[in-house]
């Protein structure tokens, strides 16, 4: 089973978060304002913050600018993960990814199914790998984004939890782009 090895120093990284909203402001951006508080909270570091409508190259734009940011290690995205027509954040996250991390979609439709059933199904999370940083697409609910960090992701961003996480493999993410 996983767990924190209180043995290890903690190490912050630094997390942008991106909302996807034709309609959401910072004021009433509460899905944000939930990754926010609970990436402070951790001992992480606000990168930076944006919303972006749901437009698909825009977000494959922000997405690839903040990858380029030698200041930024991962970006979580809020809102656009679902079925209808204007739902395009998925295809813009895969637009950026080098690597996709299926199994992150897979874990967070078994945490959400605990929490809403089958419900879960309507959700297409995802997670990447791009220019050594990391990507995750997650819905635009509080709810979705509270489950999401604290089930998931707080875990595997604490470079303390055993037997893995994705912090101690962050100076390998782009090896295949250094000179051998």
């Known amino acids: 089973m996983s767990r924190i090895d209180e043995t290890r120093d903690f190490i912050p990284v630094r997390i942008a978060v991106l909302t996807v909203s034709d309609t959401r402001q910072v004021e009433d951006d509460r899905s944000g304002d939930t990754l926010v508080a609970r990436i402070e909270a951790a001992g992480h570091?606000?990168?930076?913050?944006?919303?972006?409508?749901?437009?698909?190259?825009?977000?494959?734009?922000?997405?690839?600018?903040w990858c380029e940011?030698?200041?930024?290690?991962?970006?979580?995205?809020?809102?656009?993960?679902?079925l209808t027509g204007r739902d395009v954040t998925v295809e813009a996250h895969r637009d950026v990814y080098e690597k996709e991390i299926d199994a992150f979609a897979i874990v967070?439709?078994?945490?959400?199914m605990a929490k809403i059933g089958t419900s879960a199904v309507q959700s297409r999370?995802?997670?990447?790998?791009?220019?050594?940083?990391?990507?995750?697409a997650l819905p635009g609910s509080p709810g979705a984004c509270k489950d999401a960090w604290d089930e998931?992701?707080?875990?595997?961003?604490?470079?303390?939890?055993?037997?893995?996480?994705?912090?101690?493999?962050?100076?390998?993410?782009?090896?295949?782009?250094?000179r051998k």
């Open 125 to 136: 999370a995802t997670g990447g790998v791009a220019m050594g940083t990391y990507l995750f």
């Open 108 to 112: 967070f439709t078994h945490v959400s």
């Open 69 to 82: 940011n030698p200041d930024i290690d991962v970006v979580i995205s809020t809102g656009g993960t679902g």
């Open 45 to 65: 570091v606000l990168a930076t913050r944006a919303i972006v409508p749901d437009e698909r190259e825009m977000i494959a734009g922000k997405l690839r600018e």
């Open 152 to 178: 998931i992701l707080s875990l595997q961003l604490d470079y303390r939890h055993r037997p893995c996480n994705f912090v101690e493999i962050m100076p390998r993410l782009d090896e295949h782009m250094r």
